[in-house]
């Protein structure tokens, strides 16, 4: 049958062909037109082809050398084996632009030593091979010596004594070598004797000879200032999230000491991941023997929304103190907000229990409306009109006067305990009042960890939640 040879192609990123391949036709007996695209893909050997698509994959996003054999199918049945280099080359952007490569039929013979000789020196990346059960360097590129140390001398020498900062990787070159699997390996730590640890992100693919796998080719790229960039700035964010995170605890009070009322308050932080928020509760006696309650929402992450909270949360206390009532204390927050001239903005809800905790008046800015539960009966939510979020520069919403039951309790909250990802708001609006309705009967610490354990139990949360959980004490 027809022998492929060796001939070179040019595919883009994703696989592409975009030259004619008239060897390549003569063996498997496609069409110009059933090669053209991805159609000569359709020649691989089934079992080849998820592993050839994930070798190329990994070198488009290393923007590495791809090399790899397989089979493509022969006119009237069988198949012959091709061996196959491709080089990556970069566009003015540095993004990969195309693949140029070569590929030789090794059916009934080993790969040729002047093509693979050729494509390392020609490489973008650092490229060596080695050769021999010992993985003795035979040759490597000026971009291979760029990542060594300097006068660091390689050829000649077995791997364990070339690399000796790295000798337990020889296992690795034998096990390229019995198994024919590339080996990749990302952001390796060398501890260079002679210089500064040094980051890799390399691979060790087989090469064939006379008598199966007679070498491992070396492909590799530096990711130190990669790594140093990243390393730097994980410890900024973990620096700016303990700042934060101690800012914000410092300003939440723990639990509140309120006449005739037991209070309990949670507030965690988003996952480890994620930034803190500006999340927000209070509550606190006014001079005219009413109690406020308050829980809000900065928009935004880090220390500024931290900062930015502390700033409302004082505003909002005198503007309460001095008796301006729901919708005066909104509307100065606003003003606040305006005057100025943040670009962010608030949810928030704001809430004077009368004296005799026998009904409340409130006002909502955008928040989620709070839960009132009674030992014995279904909970509810506290519905009245939501305006549009402080910070808007729109009219605050209109005051909601609701008549609260002996032992009523309260629940507010922030929406990262209710939204998720992946479930509908209303759902966990749902789950909350059962929640709620079930724990009630054993005060606001219970009904604050009940509802903590329930909706936030699914891994993966993104945002801060506090709670803010009051009820009329029963006295002894």
């Avoid at 070569?102 to 990346?125: F, G």
């Avoid at 000879?209 to 730097?232: K, Q």
Wanted: net charge negative.
């Amino acid at each position: 049958m027809a022998d492929a040879g060796t001939f070179t192609f040019v595919t883009r990123p994703s696989g592409e062909l975009m030259v004619d391949l008239p060897s390549w036709r003569a063996v498997t007996g496609q069409s110009r037109d059933e090669i053209r695209d991805f159609g000569w893909q359709e020649a691989l050997h089934p079992e080849d082809r998820e592993r050839v698509a994930e070798e190329w994959a990994t070198a488009v996003h290393d923007v590495s050398l791809f090399v790899t054999t397989y089979r493509i199918s022969e006119v009237g049945g069988g198949w012959r084996r091709l061996r196959v280099v491709g080089l990556p080359v970069r566009g003015r952007e540095g993004e990969v632009e195309r693949f140029e490569g070569v590929a030789q039929d090794v059916t009934e013979s080993e790969l040729d030593s002047a093509l693979l000789q050729a494509v390392i020196h020609e490489a973008p990346v650092g490229l060596a091979l080695t050769w021999g059960p010992d993985h003795v360097f035979r040759l490597h590129n000026e971009a291979y010596r760029d990542l060594l140390p300097p006068d660091r001398e390689v050829v000649g020498l077995p791997v364990r004594e070339a690399l000796v900062e790295i000798a337990e990787i020889t296992g690795a070159f034998d096990e390229v070598q019995r198994t024919g699997q590339t080996l990749r390996f990302d952001d390796f730590s060398v501890p260079w004797s002679t210089g500064p640890e040094r980051f890799y992100r390399f691979s060790l693919a087989p090469v064939d000879g006379p008598d199966g796998i007679g070498g491992v080719l070396i492909s590799g790229v530096e990711t130190t200032d990669e790594v140093v960039r990243r390393r730097s700035l994980e410890r900024e964010l973990a620096e700016e999230r303990a700042v934060a995170e101690t800012l914000q605890r410092g300003l939440l009070p723990s639990a509140p000491q309120l006449p005739g009322l037991r209070a309990d308050v949670r507030y965690l932080p988003g996952g480890p991941e994620v930034q803190i928020g500006g999340d927000w509760y209070d509550a606190f006696r006014l001079p005219c023997g009413r109690t406020a309650l308050v829980v809000g929402d900065i928009a935004g992450r880090g220390a500024h929304a931290a900062r930015l909270m502390s700033q409302v949360r004082a505003a909002v206390r005198a503007y309460a103190i001095d008796g301006h009532g729901p919708t005066g204390v909104l509307d100065r927050v606003e003003r606040f907000f305006a005057g100025q001239d943040l670009a962010e903005m608030a949810t928030l809800f704001y809430a004077e229990l009368e004296e005799d905790l026998r009904g409340m008046r409130s006002v909502c800015a955008g928040h989620p409306p709070p839960v009132l539960a009674v030992a014995g009966a279904p909970s509810t939510l506290v519905r009245g009109a939501v305006g549009p979020p402080v910070g808007a520069g729109a009219p605050v919403g209109s005051a909601l006067e609701t008549a609260l039951p002996p032992e009523a309790l309260l629940l507010l909250y922030t929406d990262g305990l209710v939204e998720d990802r992946g479930r509908p708001l209303d759902v966990g609006l749902q789950r909350l009042l059962d929640v709620t309705a079930g724990a009630v009967a054993d005060g606001p610490a219970a009904v604050c960890d009940a509802a903590l354990a329930d909706l936030l139990a699914a891994p993966g949360r993104h945002d801060d939640v506090a709670l803010l959980a009051v009820q009329a004490d029963a006295g002894p």
